[in-house]
């Protein structure tokens, strides 16, 4: 297993307070994205920039699309203290191969 860099937790930490900040139920690729460009001294964010995409814009682009989520708020602390049966570790190990095959792509 390859280790997490301080710079991939911190990333990780912006995606789930994304998702938190949108109340939205659980933590998705479109936080995965806004949790990138939150943090923003990375390849990925830069090269998300390169094409004109920012912060504001794929917050607004989220926003915008939240309509075919789950009204249901469940606080940050709720996912990870009571994630359902394996939930939280798939949830983790999909964001965790998402974000490696994202930063492999702009090296």
Known sequence: MLPLT???KRVIACTALEADELKDRWIDTDHL???ILREEQNAAATRLKSVGLNLEKARQLVIANQGS???H???LKERIVHPGPFGFVL???FLLGLILAIVRFWR
Do not use: F, H
């Open 69 to 71: 989520r789950s009204r």
């Open 73 to 75: 708020r469940v606080s």
């Open 33 to 35: 994205v806004l949790g």
């Open 91 to 93: 949830q983790l190990a």
């Open 6 to 8: 301080v710079d991939l």
